[in-house]
């Protein structure tokens, strides 16, 4: 059923550059004795939506882990468009790009949806400790722009913009994954990591979050990686499909080609879900 | 939500105080401290003083411990540094504009070298840090007789104005005044800017915050060297009012009164860190009241004034943070509320 | 050479008792995750208490101390109940300044009640001393590391054997996985506080009945968190390792360098422990899943 949410009219023009690319190539990692991802390699294409299936424990959550910086890998390496950023620190990977949003919602409960999406831009402010302190001039322009940018871009575009002085705890479980998914997007991404982000909503919600995240990724031209369990917003967002299994790729392609593969239907143990 | 306020801009909306009720209460409260020495008694005048200096303190500890959520013990300690500091250049006559922002220097020096080893880690280990910081201070402040007066204590001349001299509460009080406002204002500035949300972040889930770009080990420093900073200046105001200090002033009880002042008050606000110390100071007071009027029955009452004040101390955090973690501020903002939806229930 | 010996022999069995303090933390640490900043408090009101018993009412030795081991313990249960129950749900911080808060009553409390003075408890043990070639050791402190050394050994066995001491490490890794395999968690952290004071208790007995009873004991129990920070905070084995170091690392101090050097000693472990390794010996690091 279509949904009844239509990208929002001001289309203001995306202050990101055009998505880049982002490939894993021969990523090994170990947790002690667990061999949690073994030799695993696929890219994700600059601007395109890339999603990463598989069943629970597959490795998915780690290879996340991995990009984002959290977990080192034994072997292999993460690249994000010609740059190897395997030993950059986590802390870092903010300002080349890199945006993400997380299983569990992690927002700050000590802070209002407003600051919580503001937080998103906290990477590119200049404004050194004295002169905010003091609220100079300078400070106080970086703030206001940054509640511009905040409240055009990212407030309008989701449509949140009822809730942003909310604290984030009251809020229902929707409307956080939406609030998540606006700070990521106020990070400025370059490419944008969706941990399974319709993760227990209904079937309206989901098509709300999919419509946003293909606004997203048309709009903004933001590289787009996603894992999910949900395999029709899957199979119907996404033009590249990656399959994880007991920390492997058990295949790649179109979601077309990853449907009907014999080992992927057997890693689902079941026909069924897949050709949905 | 006010009713009848509406913000046309972002930027009136972003404004300290925001609306016209909030600005001429401002301007009422702030003409009523002014002259406060007019009005007040000599009691009254020596109260207000001290309540600054633990507010300036409270302020700091608040940042650190409110706000970044990093539990430090040596706050006492480092008011210490900054009384001793003030002593020392006050001796060698350099004037107090300039010895206060260096013992808060100092101060936040050694905040530094105490967090950058224990920040690497998770908070506890910086809490135990800050209490060996704490016991090496006082060592150094019991032993260091050149600088510090070791055992005996120090003492801190008088703070000048291009000659004027600062003698007596009234005079005091006008400088430790401008110092609560402007550091007030400040940490109300660094509470609405980009560093003031990551310390929130960093609280509450440092991975993520580090995800979204933070730096923590720097955002966990800087925290933890501005309420180091504030405690120096604190000290420093401490000695010139007193003019007397002894080592034994900055025991752990100390920190510990400003820890209870953080949670009464209200954790991460400014306005937690005034309602607080102004609480703080007054239990003292009251338990010396209640010690003075019971002399008649319990002889030995007088020995017995600082025990219970650590005893009130505990029970007041335990309490505080069962009952109401979120403090004074909360049912102060509970009780606002009602007058800002007036005429309206709800 | 003599003094040398005589100084680490002395030091380390003086480390056997900072050994039990830090099984008392590490008990606490390992089984609820609670930062105990009132270890030294618990074990100093267990030694007024004995004093109280034994002394003011004339009790013997052994029951007093039976006596005291019965109120710490229900006073541990009470805590529990009252004020770490409620702080379950809350971050580390707020549970560890309620700790904090807990010191500072029971301090509070302790010095009102018996003010400032220095009091001797009696001894449970037998003072007489043991000579080896030209050492001499007080026969308390042989007394104390004895039973320091059976009480560890004990706890050892039962966290590692035990039904209950695993279904404690259980609770502790993971409550509510726990508490769905039918693990009472409650009865769990009541127990944990119960042991850690009677812990606490015993070695404020020994210790005090040797060194003396005044409010500057929990001081001498901030060495502990010196042992912990070495050992790891949740190691018991770490935890001994690191009061033998400790104790030795004093003792040789206090000799060579002169009885004010003590005092710091410990807290000057603390930070340079935290910058060389902060996770101390055996400590474990985890890995937390986002």
């Not at chain 1, 479980?173 to 227990?200: F, I, N, W």
């Not at chain 2, 800087?222 to 003019?243: D, E, K, N, P």
């Not at chain 3, 004093?250 to 009885?259: F, T």
Request: aromatic letters at 10%.
């Amino acid at each position: 059923m279509p949904s009844s949410i239509s990208p929002s009219q001001s289309k203001a023009r995306p202050a990101s550059s055009p998505g880049l690319p982002l490939s894993v190539e021969g990523v090994d990692l170990r947790f002690g004795g667990i061999h949690a991802l073994k030799n695993v390699s696929f890219s994700a294409r600059a601007g395109e939506i890339t999603a990463v299936i598989g069943p629970n424990g597959a490795g998915k959550t780690s290879v996340f882990n991995t990009i984002s910086g959290f977990y080192r890998p034994a072997a292999g390496a993460v690249r994000l468009g010609d740059e190897d950023i395997t030993r950059v620190p986590v802390s870092a990977r903010a300002r080349r790009g890199l945006a993400r949003t997380f299983q569990n919602i992690a927002l700050f409960h000590g802070l209002s949806v407003l600051e919580n999406i503001k937080l998103g831009g906290h990477h590119h402010m200049r404004a050194g400790v004295l002169p905010a302190l003091a609220f100079s001039r300078s400070a106080r322009e970086e703030e206001l722009a940054l509640r511009e940018e905040v409240e055009r871009k990212v407030i309008d575009f989701l449509q949140i913009d009822h809730i942003r002085h909310a604290t984030v705890d009251v809020l229902p479980y929707g409307l956080q994954k939406r609030v998540e998914l606006a700070r990521a997007l106020a990070m400025r991404p370059r490419v944008l990591l969706l941990d399974e982000p319709v993760a227990g909503m209904n079937r309206e919600e989901t098509e709300d979050m999919a419509r946003f995240i293909l606004d997203v990724q048309e709009e903004w031209g933001v590289t787009v990686l996603l894992v999910e369990h949900d395999m029709g917003m899957v199979m119907d967002i996404s033009s590249h499909v990656v399959v994880l299994n007991f920390g492997q790729v058990i295949a790649a392609g179109t979601p077309a080609e990853v449907r009907a593969h014999p080992q992927v239907i057997e890693a689902y143990l079941g026909a069924e879900s897949v050709t949905q | 939500m006010r009713t009848g306020v509406f913000y046309e801009t972002f930027r009136t909306e972003e404004r300290l105080w925001n609306s016209p009720a909030s600005k001429w209460w401002m301007l009422a409260f702030t003409v009523l401290l002014f002259t406060l020495p007019l009005w007040g008694s000599k009691y009254l005048l020596a109260m207000a003083c001290i309540i600054g200096i633990h507010v300036i303190a409270t302020l700091g500890l608040n940042l650190t411990t409110g706000n970044a959520g990093l539990i430090s013990l040596s706050h006492g300690a480092f008011l210490g540094v900054g009384c001793y500091t003030v002593a020392y250049f006050g001796k060698m006559g350099v004037p107090f504009y300039l010895t206060l922002p260096i013992a808060g220097c100092i101060a936040a020096l050694l905040g530094v070298i105490v967090g950058l080893p224990s920040l690497r880690v998770k908070g506890i280990y910086l809490a135990i840090a800050t209490l060996a910081a704490h016991f090496i201070l006082g060592f150094v402040f019991r032993e260091w007789t050149s600088v510090t007066g070791g055992v005996q204590g120090a003492s801190i001349p008088r703070a000048q104005l291009f000659g004027y001299v600062l003698r007596g509460d009234r005079d005091n009080f006008y400088l430790i005044f401008a110092l609560v406002v402007i550091l007030g204002i400040a940490a109300r500035n660094l509470g609405r800017s980009y560093i003031g949300r990551a310390l929130v972040a960093v609280r509450d889930r440092d991975i993520s915050a580090e995800i979204l770009g933070v730096n923590l080990l720097r955002t966990k420093l800087l925290a933890f060297a501005l309420g180091a900073f504030y405690a120096g200046v604190a000290g420093g105001v401490l000695g010139y009012f007193y003019g007397a200090i002894t080592p034994d002033y900055f025991a752990l009880t100390l920190s510990i009164f400003y820890l209870a002042a953080v949670i009464v008050g209200g954790l991460g606000s400014v306005l937690g860190s005034i309602f607080g110390a102004i609480f703080m100071t007054f239990v003292p007071e009251a338990l010396r009241l209640v010690a003075n009027t019971s002399a008649q029955w319990l002889p030995n009452v007088a020995g017995l004034v600082l025990p219970m004040g650590q005893v009130v101390f505990g029970l007041l955090i335990i309490t505080f943070l069962v009952f109401e973690p979120h403090g004074l501020t909360a049912i102060w903002r509970r009780i606002r509320r009602v007058f800002h939806l007036w005429p309206f229930k709800t | 050479m003599i003094e040398f010996l005589e100084y680490s022999v002395l030091g380390l069995l003086g480390g056997g008792v900072i050994a039990l303090i830090a099984l008392s933390f590490v008990l606490v640490y390992k089984s609820t995750g609670v930062v105990n900043f009132a270890v030294g408090e618990v074990m100093m009101l267990g030694a007024y208490l004995y004093y109280a018993a034994s002394v003011s009412f004339a009790v013997p030795p052994w029951v007093a101390f039976a006596m005291s081991l019965a109120v710490i313990s229900l006073l541990a249960m009470l805590v529990e109940r009252t004020v770490l129950r409620p702080l379950s749900g809350q971050p580390t911080v707020a549970v560890m300044m309620a700790t904090i808060g807990m010191a500072s009553i029971m301090h509070g409390s302790i010095e009102a009640i018996w003010g400032g003075d220095t009091y001797q408890p009696p001894a449970l043990l037998p003072r007489t001393p043991l000579l080896i070639g030209d050492i001499m050791i007080p026969g308390a402190v042989l007394g104390n590391f004895a039973i320091a050394a059976l009480l560890i050994t004990g706890f050892l066995l039962f966290f590692r054997y035990s039904r209950t001491g695993v279904a404690l490490r259980a609770t502790a890794s993971d409550p509510v996985t726990a508490a769905t395999l039918g693990i009472n968690i409650n009865f769990a952290a009541r127990l944990t506080w119960m042991l850690a004071g009677s812990v606490g208790t015993v070695a404020g007995v020994l210790i005090s009945s040797s060194a003396g009873l005044s409010p500057l004991f929990a001081s001498a129990a901030l060495s502990v968190f010196a042992a912990i920070i070495l050992g790891g905070m949740d190691s018991i084995l770490g935890a001994i390792v690191a009061s033998l170091i400790l104790g030795l690392v004093e003792s040789l101090a206090a000799g060579y360098l002169g009885g004010k050097s003590r005092d710091i000693v410990p807290y000057l472990v603390v930070l340079a422990i935290l910058v060389i390794r902060p996770y101390g010996i055996f400590g474990t690091r985890t890995i937390e899943r986002l």
